[in-house]
C-alpha cells in the first residue's frame, strides 16, 4: 500500500485541508516486482558456476593442465558445474512454458494405485542398482494404498515426476536413509497422496519458502555437498496446481522428517465409469 499526503494552505498559514491518497499496488506492479526478482536470481545463480568453471580453465592454462592428478580434478568439478548449469536451464524452460500457459496436460484416465505402484518399483529397481552410486545409506520404501482402484484423470507424465522429484528430495535430504512412505487416501472430493521421509526435516520458519524459485534451506551450509537448483519443488507445486490440486508441506523440526502432502481431483461416485488397468 503506498500513502500520498497532500496540504492546503491558507494564505494565513492554517491548513485549510489534506488529502490522503491510498493507492494499492496493483497486481500488475507485483508481477513486474517478481518478475525483476526472479530475473536477477537467474543472473546469480548462473553466474556462480560459470565463475567457477571460468576460475578452474584459467588454472589448467596457467600450468595446472601438466598435473594429470589435479588436471583431472579441476575437470571433474568443471564438468559437474557444467552439468548444474544445464539441469538449471532445463528447469527454467519448464518453469517459462508453464508461465506462458504453454503446457497443455494431457490428461488420462488410470487407477492411481497401479500408476504408483508402477512408478515405485522403478525406483525399487534403482534403490536395488544403484548405477550411479548414488545411495550412501539404506532406503526402504512403503506403500499404504487402499486396495480398490483409484480412478483419476491425470497426465501421467508429469505427475510421474511430481512423485520423482518429492522421493529424490527424500534420498538427497536423508542422509542416514530410512523409511519413505508413500500413502493414499480418498476423500470426499479428491485423494490424498503423502510422501514421508525420516531425513533432516525442514525448519518451520523454512515451510512456507521451499515452493518458491530457487529457494533453499541455509543455502551456504546444509545444502553445499547436495547438488539442486531450488527449482524442482517449484515446479511441482505448478504441476500439481495445473491438475486442480493443492500441495503443501509438514515437518515436526530439524531431524525428525518431512512429509510432502498433494491432492488431485477424484469424486467416489465417477469410479466405477473406467475399467481398464496401469499396464505400461
Ligand atoms: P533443490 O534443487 O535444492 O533440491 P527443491 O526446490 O527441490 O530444490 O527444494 C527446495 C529446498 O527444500 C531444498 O533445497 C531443501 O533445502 C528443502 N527440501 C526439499 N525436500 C526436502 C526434504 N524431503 N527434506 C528436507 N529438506 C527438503
Known sequence: LRIKFALFRRESGFISGIIAVLHDMTEQDKAERERRLFVSNVSHELRTPLTSVKAYLEALEDGAIDDKEIAT???????SETDRMIRMISDLLTLSRMDQDKIILNKEMINLVAFLNFQINRLDKILETDPNDFFTADFTIIRNFPDNPVWVEIDTDKIAQVIDNIVNNAFKYSPNGGKITISVETREKDVLISISDQGMGIPKS???????????VDNE?????????????????????????????????SGQGTTFSFTLPYLPENNDVASDDWDE
Do not use: W
Not at 224 to 249: N, Q
Open 221 to 253: 551450509s546444509r545444502n553445499s555437498k547436495v547438488g539442486g537448483t531450488g527449482l524442482g519443488l517449484s515446479i511441482v507445486h505448478d504441476i500439481v496446481k495445473m491438475h486442480g490440486g493443492t500441495i503443501f508441506a509438514t515437518s515436526p523440526g
Open 73 to 79: 580434478s579441476f575437470i571433474n568439478v568443471s564438468l
Open 206 to 216: 523454512a515451510l512456507p519458502k521451499i515452493f518458491d524459485r530457487f529457494y533453499r
